[in-house]
């Protein structure tokens, strides 16, 4: 089978790794993917956005199947494009991929259908929106309601915060037209929990639970972040909450989506707070997260395309995804200045004996070497029986890679622990 992978970062690499396992698969193309994938896949640089151009080349080199990651090309439909030309597909259509693209509908969806979440307020007037902070409890939830590379959300401490974040968003488009309605929330504290899930509109199978780390910084200080590492399985997620959340949220999301008309067939990402008063919905992503799935898929005994194809054709059974006991850990390593400014083009080393765990996020070939080329570069994976011996793992083998201006959390999983 010849397929191709849409995306460039960990999750894709993951994915990769994971799809390359499966003898049928002949050839990978990854669009346009990075330099640290190219053992794996065969690179083309095609943007994950440009969906004239994978269409295209999907028609051109008769692909099989074509597996679209990212939020982007599937809030802008190139599934349905793939599909028009007779490509099969991993991932929701447009119609469904508003799950994510809109906060306000997914806030609005699940008002409708009495899903847990926090209470909201939707404004597309920046006047309005200042007017409510005013009087709101604080602390406060800012959403840009549109795709903001997971970094269009605000907690704000303070109704100064507040205020600002709504005319950063609103006024200055810190995140362009994403930001010109916002969702204000409810604050909502416990534990938070990731759920990816495999999805063919009507069963619904969660993958093993995750634990994402989104500061830049020890000790949960510093920018909000792509996200800096994860641990699997999160302790937090009790198999009693599971079926609580399967029965109060998991169930009730892709059943409401089938009653709007907008089934939903791909990976459907919860993510969730344990509150005092139960589960609740942060928000909906429409794919893979990242870097969660970096965590999830090592686990996975089960094999990954087989799974997907049964996402794609309506009959994914239960009984076909497999997980293993074992954990995982995933410490991301950035380019110093990330969330914000960094230096790049620095040699990449690493250790023949940790190769196959490192995922590529931001890699380039200059002069044949291998050179950062992005805020996070790596993710350096561990695996263990126990989460305590995954996250020791994981931290034994960053010993072992190198690039200059290089940091990293040094407390992946301490909360979990």
Do not use: W
Not at 60 to 77: N, R
Not at 380 to 407: C, H, M, P, R, W
């Amino acid at each position: 089978m010849k397929l191709i992978v849409i995306g460039s970062g960990g999750r894709e690499h993951s994915i990769i790794r994971k799809l390359k396992e499966n003898p049928e698969v002949e050839v990978i193309y990854v669009l346009p993917g990075n330099a640290g994938m190219r053992d794996l896949a065969e690179c083309v640089n095609i943007k994950a956005t440009d969906i004239e151009g994978i269409t295209e080349f999907a028609r051109t080199h008769e692909i099989d199947y074509a597996v679209v990651t990212p939020d982007d090309p599937l809030a802008l439909g190139a599934v349905d494009a793939l599909n028009a030309v007779g490509i099969p597909c991993f991932g929701p259509k447009k119609n469904a991929a508003i799950i994510e693209a809109s906060k306000s509908f997914a806030k609005d969806l699940m008002r409708r259908y009495g899903i847990p979440t926090a209470s909201y307020e939707v404004f597309s007037e920046m006047e309005a929106a200042l007017a409510y902070i005013d009087t709101c409890p604080i602390p406060v939830v800012i959403k840009a309601d549109g795709l903001a590379l997971g970094k269009g959300v605000v907690i704000a401490k303070t109704r100064e915060e507040a205020r600002n974040a709504v005319c950063s968003m609103m006024q200055d488009k810190a995140f362009g037209d994403a930001g010109s309605t916002v969702v204000i929330e409810e604050f909502l504290e416990g534990p938070e929990v990731s759920v990816l899930s495999f999805t063919d509109g009507r069963t619904l199978v969660p993958m093993v639970s995750s634990m994402d780390h989104k500061r830049a910084m020890d000790n949960d200080e510093g920018a909000n972040t792509g996200g800096m590492g994860t641990i699997a399985p999160n302790p937090f997620y009790t198999p009693e909450i599971a079926e609580e959340c399967m029965n109060t949220i998991f169930l009730p999301t892709i059943r409401a989506m089938a009653a709007e008309g907008r089934e939903f067939r791909g990976c459907l990402y919860f993510s969730l707070m344990l509150t005092k008063d139960g589960p609740k919905v942060i928000e909906y992503n429409c794919r893979f997260g990242d870097p969660e799935t970096q965590v999830v898929l090592p686990l996975l005994k089960s094999d990954l395309l087989t799974i997907m194809k049964e996402t794609t054709d309506g009959t994914l059974k239960p009984e076909d995804v497999v997980f293993a006991d074992g954990a995982a850990c995933c410490v991301i390593m950035a380019s110093q200045g990330y969330p914000g400014k960094y230096e790049k083009g620095y040699p990449i080393h690493v250790e023949e004996s940790v190769k196959d765990r490192i995922i590529y996020a931001g890699a380039a070939l200059k002069d044949g070497e291998l050179v950062t080329n992005g805020g996070r570069v790596l993710g350096v994976i561990g695996l263990g029986n126990t989460l305590k011996e995954a996250i020791q793992d994981a931290y034994q083998n960053t010993e072992k890679v190198s690039f200059a201006n290089a940091f990293f959390r040094r407390d992946i999983g301490k909360k979990a622990l």
